[in-house]
C-alpha cells in the first residue's frame, strides 16, 4: 500500500445497498423466442452496485463492513445464503446484513454475446426495499468513510443520515434516480453519477449541463462516470476531465462499482479527489480487462503498477 | 386411481435422462441490450424433459425411480442438490443418480413475456455426457416401463439396453437427433417425437410423411406431439389423429414432459396406446392451464376429472 503514508492504519468502508447474486450465461448472441440458446460458459458470482464496490475495496486492501437488505431467512432463502457466502470470503464484514423473512435475495440472470454486449433481467422483491437498519448509529460508529448506492432508498437514508451527523464523508453511486434522491443528494458529500444516472437527475443528455444542474441543488462533489470514456467531474463550477486508461476491455460488467468502491477508499486513505479518480479510473480500466464481473476486480498492486507506467 | 384394477399395485416407471434448475423470470417483454429489464415474479423449479416426467408421474400417483448425470460433489454442486431436493420432496427416488465431481448441473434461465412466449439460455458440462450409468442391470431390476429422453444419449443408452434385454417396455421422448438416435429408435417400444425432434429426424417438415420416413427404421410405436394441436400417431402405417383438448394456455413450459411421463405411466397400468395417449393429452392440457413450469403438472384426480367430462 505504497500511498499510504507508513504507519497509518488500514482504512474501513461502510458499503451499504443493494447486492445481488449475478448469473452470467456467456452465448453466442441473446436467447429469443422458439430458440433454445446453449451457453459455452457459465458463471454464478456476487452482483449489485454496493456489493461488488465491497469486494473492489476488499480487494485493494481496505477493511469492508457491507450492510444491506437481504431476504430470508438463512437456509430458506438460498440465493442470499450464496451472496453473503460470498462477501465472506472476500473477507467483508455481513454481520450487520439484515434478514427478511419472507421474500428471496435478488438475482440477475446476464446473456453477455461474443460482441461483450449484455442482457439483464432482474427480479428484486419490493418487500426487501422497505427494510430499514437495525441501528444506524452503530453501523457508522467505527468506519473512516461511507458508500451508498440508491437502489434501497429507505436502508441507506438512515445509515447516510448517521453518517452525516457524525461529520463522515459519504460517497453517492447515483444511479436512475428512486425515492429520497434529492435528500441523498444534499446528505452525501460525493455524488458519483452513471451517465443514465446524471442524463435523468440533471434531465440533460449533454454531462457538462448535467453536472450544472445537479449543482443548483447540491454542494456535493459532483462527477459522472462515463462508461469507459473520459470522466466529467466539477471543479469550483468549472467542468474537468480525467482521461481514461486505454485497455483491452472485455467485460465491463461491474467496471462502474469497481470506480465508486476505488475512490472512497482512496478518499479515506487522504488522497485528493483528482488523485482519488485517476487511482478509482486505474482500477475500474484493469477490470475491465478480464472476464466475470467483479470477479475481475485488480490488487492494489496491479493499481499501483497502471498507475507508475501510465 | 380409478383407472387401475383393483388390486393391482402401484406402477413404478424409470425416468432416465436430463434434470436440470429452470430459473423463470416473468417479464414484460424480453431482455435486450442497453436496457436493465426487471421481472415481476421469479420461479426457481426442476426442469429438463426426464425429470419433469419423473414428476408429472408422481403427481399421477406412480412410483418413480430417477437416473441420470449430475454434476457434484454435493456441497459443491449447489445446483445439482437443489434439483435432487427438489425431486426427492415429491417422493422420487434419486438414490441411482451419478454425481460427477468436478462440473455443475445444468440450470436454465427462462424468460417468459406477456405473451406467453419463452425465450431460454441454458449451460450443460460436456462432461455429464460422458457419464454412463454404474450396473444398468440393477436399475431396470424392479421397475414396470422406461421412459427415457435423448439428451444424454451415452448414459440412456446402456440402461435402454438392460431394459429390452429384460423385455421391458421403453418410451423415448424424441426431441432433437443426437447420437445414437437410430440405436434408440429401435430400442424403445414407444417414440414420443416433439415437432422439432420429427423434423429433424424424419428429414420433413409434414408431421405424417416425418412419422412414415422414421418407420422405414423402427416398428416401433410412433407418434408426435404437436405443440397444443391434434397429435398424430402411426397404427398399422395409418396415420391417426387424437383431439387434443381445448383449454386456456397460460404457460406450455413442461406440458410435452406430462404427456411423456403420463402417457408411459398409463401404458405401465396396462391401457391401450390409444387411451394411454389420451390420458396423457389430458394431464398435458391440464398442466398449461397454470403458470410455473412443471410446478402445474395435475393430479390423477384432475385428469380423471377432465376425461369424465370430456
Known sequence: MSSVEPGSRVATVLCVGVAVLDEIFRVESFPAPHVKTRAREFMAITGGNAANAAIAIARLGGRVVFAGPFGGPAGADMIGDRILAGLAREGIDVSNC???DGPMSSISAISIDARGERAI????????A??????PAALVADVDIVLADNRFPEFVLEVCAAARAKGLRIVLDADQPTRHTHALLTLCSHVVFSTEGLAATGASDDLAAGLRAVRRHTGSFLAVTNGGRDMLWLEDDAVRRLASFRVEAVDTLGAGDVFHGAFALALAEGREEAAAMRFAAAAAALKCTRFGGITGAPTRAEVEALLAGA
Chains 1, 2 share one sequence.
Open 121 to 128: 433481467v432482474n427480479y428484486r422483491d419490493d418487500r426487501l
Open 130 to 135: 422497505a427494510a430499514r437498519p437495525d441501528d
Open 98 to 100: 439484515r434478514r427478511i
